[in-house]
């Protein structure tokens, strides 16, 4: 089966996150992962309130859809796009 990588928007930064078992919160997946990357010094550093403005502000997508900080990741690779202003 072969599974096709979505397509990166326009000026956006993407995070892969490759999860062994389902995780119940994306918020919290997504701020670890950024703070484990070092290709955006600025969003490696992100504090949860801002974080939190990018969800309100729906400038994180998977999938190309707007993603909710309560929402289950399941297993696998995910791919997280943050759109930069």
């Known amino acids: 089966m072969n599974y096709k990588i979505p ?4 000026n ?4 892969t996150v490759e999860l062994e ?3 119940p919160r ?5 701020m670890n ?3 484990e990357q070092d290709e ?3 969003l490696q550093l992100i504090s ?8 309100t ?7 190309g859809q707007n993603a909710k900080p309560k929402s289950t990741i399941n297993s696998g690779t995910t791919y997280i796009d943050i759109l930069l202003s």
């Open 40 to 42: 955006n010094e600025a």
């Open 33 to 35: 992962a950024l703070k």
């Open 21 to 23: 078992a389902p995780q």
């Open 48 to 55: 949860k309130a801002h974080l939190k403005r990018l969800f």
């Open 26 to 30: 994306l918020d919290v997946v997504l």
């Open 57 to 63: 502000e729906k400038k994180v997508l998977i999938k």
């Open 7 to 10: 397509e990166q928007p326009e």
């Open 12 to 15: 956006s930064f993407r995070v």
